[in-house]
């Protein structure tokens, strides 16, 4: 499998999470702002911390255009120039999936692509006037459709992988996001209304709501919900399930990998996912979530930059270690007449 395809593979599932876990997002922050006593100030900052796009927002429309609503929604919604808006994520995720169309099946494609052209197309624009829930039901209910087929109509093979590989690992980081946006967001005092408001809307930003209460997980509170997006291991857009998938991945990747080649990938992602294995909700509070949060995150996109250079960029390394290992087992290279 090439390098090129690889890499199609892994952003192509990244960008479309982005995408939906971006409309679920908008969708669901309406109540939010609804339900809760959030100061108006704060409402929409949070999407905007999440996209980590807040200083380009108020370079363009001054600092405190995070107020208006509608802003910010056409802004994270609709803005081409904007790589992580909705437009900009879907853009990204149809394209790689154009470059690896020989590796998809015709049904996975169609997925996206009707997506993207609906996306594109006047009526996407009209739905978004007359009804913004109902715009961003149809984005997720996409996404989905797209997961959903590829896993019944592709090959179960390195390609899809890697696809899974990139999806895993955005969720992670998308759930550590949430979490710390949401947290940075409630710095004020809350009733218990507004607190129990605002952890059902974190629950519902990561798909979580029925799976909290079919789980038994009681009393609602933050410190429950924080137990069960970090460290459940049968949710499946926690951090540890998506690391737990992650590992097994990489498992599969290199099983065939030749004694002796080193991949970076899956020592990160052992230190990271061994770093939470040992911590609980207790920990979380006593080093502070935001600390635990923007720790997390960080070593997530660590993780992704090493998968990077272990397996998406040009091959240097493993061509390395082939010659290496050719010289040591059949001689050397200049005897049989080789150029080093």
Not at 37 to 51: D, S
Not at 170 to 185: F, K
Not at 318 to 330: D, I, M, N
Request: include cysteine; hydrophobic fraction near 40%.
């Amino acid at each position: 499998m090439i390098s090129r395809v690889a890499e199609g593979c892994f952003w192509l599932t990244r960008y479309l999470e982005r995408t939906e876990t971006l409309a679920r997002l908008l969708d669901v922050h309406h109540a939010l702002h609804i339900d809760t006593g959030v100061p108006i100030q704060n409402r929409w900052r949070m999407l905007l911390e999440f996209t980590g796009r807040e200083d380009d927002f108020a370079e363009r429309y001054g600092e405190d255009a995070h107020c208006d609503g509608e802003l910010v929604q056409e802004f994270l919604t609709w803005d081409e120039e904007h790589p992580a808006s909705l437009y900009g994520s879907l853009r990204g995720a149809r394209e790689n999936a154009r470059t690896v169309r020989e590796t998809m099946s015709l049904e996975a494609w169609k997925a996206i692509n009707d997506l993207w052209l609906w996306l594109k197309g006047p009526d996407s624009r009209r739905l978004y006037q007359r009804e913004r829930g109902a715009f961003y039901e149809r984005v997720t209910r996409s996404a989905y459709l797209f997961h959903g087929v590829s896993f019944g109509t592709m090959l179960h093979d390195e390609p899809f992988t890697f696809m899974k590989l990139g999806r895993a690992l955005e969720r992670a980081g998308s759930t550590a996001r949430i979490l710390r946006a949401h947290a940075a967001l409630n710095g004020h005092e809350a009733s218990d209304a507004e607190a129990a408001a605002s952890c059902l809307a974190v629950l519902r930003c990561c798909c979580a709501y029925d799976p909290f209460f079919l789980s038994g997980m009681h009393p609602l509170g933050m410190r429950t919900v924080i137990r069960f997006l970090l460290f459940d291991h049968t949710l499946p857009r926690s951090v540890i399930y998506n690391l737990d998938e992650g590992r097994r991945l990489l498992f599969l990747l290199c099983q065939h990998d030749p004694i002796g080649l080193p991949r970076r990938s899956r020592s990160v992602l052992e230190r990271l996912r061994g770093g939470l294995m040992q911590m609980d909700v207790r920990d979380v509070e006593q080093q502070g979530l935001k600390k635990t949060l923007a720790w997390t995150i960080e070593a997530t996109d660590h993780l992704c930059d090493a998968i990077h250079d272990d397996f998406l960029a040009a091959p240097t390394p493993w061509l390395r270690h082939c010659v290496r290992a050719l010289a040591l087992t059949e001689g050397s290279l200049e005897n049989r007449g080789w150029a080093a």
